[in-house]
């Protein structure tokens, strides 16, 4: 009899996802076991426990997913998780903290899309402006379009000093230029949004990034992603069910060729890409270890 597939959810937080225990049992595992308050420290300890218990062919029935809301920690933890372990005793693993690197991945997908529909020309080259770039959505956005090519300066709502510090870790991790940019008034915001061609806006749920009058002017828009499905949107005009829609008319964007992505357009890609990678530690006959960059490729390949 086949061992079953066992997930171990590991978290720094109190609580874990109960959005990532459905996705996972939804994806094939037959059990899912949650860790709280995880420390760094802790990653090795369990990783070991998981994979002497099983043998090396009961290993590869077993994964590790790790959530919390920091980035930079999960992706330590990943680190920690893959040097805890050496052949045949390799299990998989899957970095997500908060969904955030899946909702990243299925954003910037989508505008990769849209810009290849109406200019047939990807990222590459292209003047991208992150909003809501404190968060890990965004820092990881503006790291996937950054990899692609694009200029991507991330901006920050309450000034310059954390995306700063977000753009340093991004070269220090991935060697990936990323400027950054003081987004704390009206003025400032406006002439961050008027010099983009895309706008990816990561902000918190139901507040408004992003009016009318941040976007007059800002005639090379061709792309402007939101994921905020909390009223009103984070994009004025960008509503939660757009994908791929012009930008309204009767606006300061009317006549420009501007499209719009809404939130449920990227959640309905982001669901679709975290249970496929599941569904990849399940299947694979070899230990993956799974973070923003596979997300996006898996993003893209489910977009066709």
Not at 15 to 42: C, I, K, R, W
Not at 125 to 150: D, L, P, S, Y
Not at 154 to 170: E, F, I, N, P
């Amino acid at each position: 009899m086949d061992r079953p597939h066992i997930l171990h959810i590991l978290s720094p937080l109190k609580h874990v996802s109960p959005f990532d225990v459905n996705m996972a049992l939804d994806a094939g595992f037959a059990a899912v076991v949650p860790y709280t308050q995880v420390e760094l420290g802790d990653v090795q300890g369990l990783v070991q426990d998981a994979i002497f218990s099983r043998g090396p062919k009961g290993v590869r029935r077993t994964g590790v997913f790790i959530g919390g809301r920091n980035a930079g920690l999960a992706l330590d933890m990943l680190e920690a998780a893959r040097n805890a372990m050496f052949p045949p005793f390799q299990l998989s693993l899957f970095a997500d903290p908060s969904g955030a690197f899946t909702t990243a991945a299925a954003m910037v997908a989508k505008v990769e899309k849209a810009l290849k529909k109406t200019t047939q020309a990807g990222l590459s080259g292209r003047a991208v402006a992150v909003f809501g770039a404190t968060g890990v959505v965004g820092t990881a956005a503006g790291i996937i379009a950054g990899q692609e090519g694009a200029r991507v300066t991330l901006v920050g709502y309450d000034g310059a000093a954390r995306v700063k510090t977000a753009s340093q870790d991004a070269k220090a991790r991935f060697d990936v230029d990323l400027a950054y940019g003081d987004g704390s008034s009206d003025a400032l915001k406006g002439g961050i949004a008027r010099a983009a061609e895309v706008i990816l806006c990561a902000g918190r749920a139901g507040v408004q990034v992003l009016s009318w009058d941040h976007l007059a002017g800002a005639e090379r828009l061709l792309v402007a992603a939101d994921i905020n499905a909390v009223p009103p949107p984070g994009i004025q005009g960008v509503e939660v069910q757009a994908d791929g829609t012009p930008l309204a008319d009767g606006t300061p964007l009317a006549g420009t060729p501007g499209v719009g992505i809404g939130a449920l357009a990227v959640g309905g890609l982001k669901y679709q890409v975290e249970s496929e990678l599941f569904r990849r530690m399940i299947e694979s006959d070899r230990p993956l270890a799974l973070d923003f960059r596979d997300a996006f490729q898996a993003a893209r390949a489910l977009l066709g």
